[in-house]
């Protein structure tokens, strides 16, 4: 056996794990899943709750309306792009990591931004001390769920094999 056979052997079980690993499936599904149906699902909830708790103030402190709305928007937005990113994975479109990595920078940057937002929108008197670190726990949180996805995309064979060419 000489060394073009063994190293025509090891080019046909790359090839052969390849298209193992190809396919929407393990955790590339389970991050579909997640930009698709778990993620918008948890923050439309998350505007809803909040959105009532608040609505009592907005007469007597326009502020908290602002924030609410700011806020809203941005995670309105964010909803749009995890579902886009979420269904261009998932349906295997060319350049889809690439869109999901972009949305995932786009949370990184929000939850940066999040803790600061009462200020912002001019709601400091809801800017508490414990309110801000509460903030900034949620923030980075998210930010490390980010990171790790991110990091998975990236890395992840499975990805390489199912969007040949992608980052």
Known sequence: MGKADC????????????????????????LCLNLTILDPSAVLANLFVATEAAKPYFDQHPEVLRLMLVNGVLRLALVVASLYAGISLWRGL????????????????????????????????YSSDKIIALNCLNSLITMVYVVAWYIYLKRSRRVKATYRGDP
Do not use: C, D
């Open 94 to 125: 060319a350049g889809a990591p690439a869109i999901a990595g972009k949305y995932l920078l786009a949370v990184f940057a929000y939850s940066a931004v999040a803790p600061f937002l009462p200020v912002m929108a001019g709601a400091r008197e």
């Open 7 to 30: 190293h025509r052997r090891e080019r046909t079980a790359l090839n052969q794990t390849g298209t193992e690993l190809r396919g929407v499936k393990g955790w590339l599904l389970f």
